[in-house]
């Protein structure tokens, strides 16, 4: 095991092994805010071992033998769906479950995944994207036919798909939902939010001091069954533990910047707190429209 130290000399972290599943502090929870009547938002959090299943045995005490493997990946998931209609909350929910099914089955055809050569393993993930996208629009398709509309009802969302597969982050991102990696004090956003006002920004078209302020600051320029879908991916290194991982929907950034977040993430005492104390504070500040927010990390070994 390495310690790190900062340039003053502090030790914050620690380099070394892959956190056990018990080290692992995992919390998230999602809200309607204090504007809508509905929750269009979701969310997953989970882990994904290897685990035998037993039909039929003659040997004693079978259930010895089912232990789950070792953890394969931590999958944490947002959908914000897009439109304010129950349409965008069943497409956030449909992107979720879609691409849950299908990165399950890749996590174990992927020997490979978390080495320095895994670009197939990272157009999978872009491929399971698309795959979501491409069920919402059937959905949206199939509707439009039984009603007898030539043309189908917008459903589209956003999502953003992390998993941890040690020692790499992966991030999976359409849409202006965002990924954060907070350590030792500093506080990066990790997608690119896929709005008009960004691109404008991107373009040289706009200040990026105001495009916070911009009409089109809300307005996307890619999603999930939208008009495009351009998935991004990348992936970083999660070695340093005490590291934070935290997942969310614009209902928190719209209220709550940056600056605040990492604070609140500086001095966290666990994952359910800090989403609680997160989601407060966007509730105090107007709630006007709904939040999710997904955190993980491996705490410092006491």
Known sequence: MTMVQTHSGRVTGEVGAKPRDDELDLFGLTHPGKVRKENQDHFLLCTVHPQAVIHATSLPNPESLTARGQRLATVMLVADGVGGSAAGGEASQIAVETIMRYVTSTLRSYPAMGSQHDEEFLNALRTATLEADATVRAEAAARAAAAGRL??????????????????????????????YFWDGALKQMTRDQTM??????????????????????????SIGGPETAPEVTRFDVTNRGCVIMLCT?????????????????????????????????????????????????????
């Open 151 to 180: 043309s189908s009802k917008s459903m589209a969302t956003t999502l953003t798909l992390g998993m941890a597969v040690w020692p790499w982050y992966y991030v999976v991102h359409v849409g202006d939902s965002r990924c954060y």
């Open 197 to 222: 006002a960004q691109d404008l920004v991107d373009k040289g078209a706009l200040p990026a001091d105001r495009a916070a302020a911009s009409p089109f600051s809300h307005v996307l320029a890619s």
């Open 250 to 302: 614009d209902g928190l950034t719209k209220h709550v910047p940056d600056a605040e977040i990492a604070e609140r993430l500086g001095r966290m005492e666990s994952a359910e707190q800090v989403c609680n104390d997160l989601l407060e504070l966007t509730l105090e500040r107007g709630g006007s429209d709904n939040v999710t927010i997904v955190i993980a990390r491996a705490p410092l070994k006491r």
